[in-house]
């Protein structure tokens, strides 16, 4: 059985399971990758994952950012964090872009009634 670890961020609990490092394996510096640890999770219907990549020293880097961490449960929140504010930024902007539109397309429709208007008189 494949072996679990698991991390708690902001008072939610996430369980990374166990899986083969990519062939060929990875050097960083003087670091092999020996395995990584996925986390899948479905919020509001859209999956999420969530990787880290253990090295041969023991290290764990995020998928997210570059750099390490001596403890799984800091590189696992780095990620988890990197990633959410990720996909929150994205959300926003969307919502962002279709308020733009929407206002935009009230301005244009706005505009047209004036000019209309005014060439009646």
Known sequence: MAETRIAFVEGFQFSFHQEESAKPTRRVNSRWEV??????VEHEG???RFTL?????GVFE??????VFSDFAGA???EVTIRWLQRRIAEKDARNSQQRYIFLGGLAVIAAL???AVSLR
């Open 35 to 40: 395995r990584d640890w996925a986390c899948q």
């Open 46 to 48: 859209e999956w999420c």
């Open 53 to 57: 990549h253990e090295f041969n020293d």
């Open 62 to 67: 995020p998928s997210a950012i570059q750099g």
């Open 76 to 78: 696992a929140a780095a």
């Open 114 to 116: 004036v000019l209309a």
